[in-house]
């Protein structure tokens, strides 16, 4: 879908790197989220937000840092990466409001990260 | 937490055949989503179905809740179907547990 839009598509950097995923959302959503998918591993959530507040840490390290200054945007701040950070991270967005099928997620198209 | 179990891991399929995807989970869940990842990594919504039957075109779900299990029946199968099926369960609003998903392959 081309409701949710991340950037950039691909990111290859070192170790010592610092750089930022952004996710942006045009569905009127207020709930936004950030997944990781590794290889031969189920996603995992990392972050949730909804309505700009934090609701979910699924105990990411440190040096993954999310931020989320409105419903519409969300970035994820990195720093000091691991190759085994390698993967790629995915955005969501939802209602905010449970009931239903308000709380379907939909996806933006990823970024696939390397970290050399 | 909840555990969401997918079978088969792999399926190969020829042009036109049918298929059954299985979804367990262990636990009640509020919500149940099954999205198909196309071979460029997009995630697309495919059912929202916590409960009951739906059906879009050649795709239909079914979850049966009391039985904690959810299944994805592809009809007359097309290349384009080819890609990693995974269903996502959850008790509440926000979090979803995704499956390790079954990949699909569908030759011409």
């Known amino acids: 879908e081309t409701g949710v839009t991340q950037t950039p598509r691909h990111l290859v950097m070192g170790m010592t790197n610092k750089k930022s995923l952004k996710c942006e959302q045009h569905?009127?959503?207020?709930?936004m989220y950030w997944y990781k998918q590794s290889a031969k591993k189920p996603l995992e959530l990392m972050f949730v937000?909804?309505?700009?507040?934090?609701?979910e840490n699924n105990s990411v390290p440190s040096r993954f840092s999310p931020e989320c200054p409105n419903s519409s945007h969300l970035f994820l701040h990195l720093h000091t990466l691991q190759p085994e950070d390698s993967a790629l991270y995915l955005c969501?967005?939802?209602?905010?409001?449970?009931?239903?099928?308000?709380?379907?997620?939909?996806f933006g198209p990823g970024t696939r990260l390397t970290v050399l | 937490g909840i555990q969401v179990e997918q079978s088969p891991p792999d399926l190969i399929l020829q042009e036109g055949a049918n298929s059954t995807l299985r979804c367990n989970f262990s636990?009640?869940?509020?919500?149940l989503q099954w999205f198909h990842q196309n071979p460029w990594g997009q995630l697309i919504n495919l059912f929202y179905?916590?409960?009951g039957t739906k059906q879009n075109g050649r795709l239909s779900a079914t979850t049966v809740a009391t039985e904690r299990y959810s299944l994805l029946y592809i009809s007359s199968s097309q290349t384009t179907d080819s890609g990693v099926y995974f269903c996502?369960?959850?008790?509440?609003?926000?979090?979803?547990?995704f499956g390790t998903g079954t990949r699909l392959k569908v030759l011409a």
């Open positions: 179905i916590p409960s």
């Open positions: 937000y909804n309505f700009k507040e934090q609701t």
């Open positions: 636990d009640s869940v509020n919500n």
């Open positions: 996502a369960a959850g008790p509440g609003t926000y979090k979803y547990i």
């Open positions: 969501a967005s939802s209602h905010g409001t449970s009931g239903g099928a308000r709380d379907t997620q939909y």
């Open positions: 569905l009127g959503h207020n709930a």
